[in-house]
């Protein structure tokens, strides 16, 4: 038998009502909730997943979606 690492990738998403003066602001203002926590994507709606097998050589991976 032999190990392989596999790295797994997701897109979740959700949406959240900011209040701001402007769509700048409200993008700063959720970027800061977000890296503070106050903002968590869990579970929020899964959008794609996709994997692939970590090479050691570092080569390039190939994804498969799943």
């Known amino acids: 038998m032999n190990k392989y690492t596999i790295a797994i990738e997701e897109t979740v998403a959700d949406e959240f009502e900011i209040v701001a003066e402007n769509e700048k602001e409200a993008l700063k203002i959720a970027e800061d909730k977000y890296k503070h926590g106050d903002i968590v ?3 929020g709606e899964l959008q794609f997943k996709q994997m692939a ?6 080569d390039i991976m190939e994804w ?3």
């Open 41 to 43: 994507l869990c579970p």
């Open 64 to 66: 498969h979606k799943f």
């Open 53 to 58: 097998v970590v090479p050691s050589s570092g």
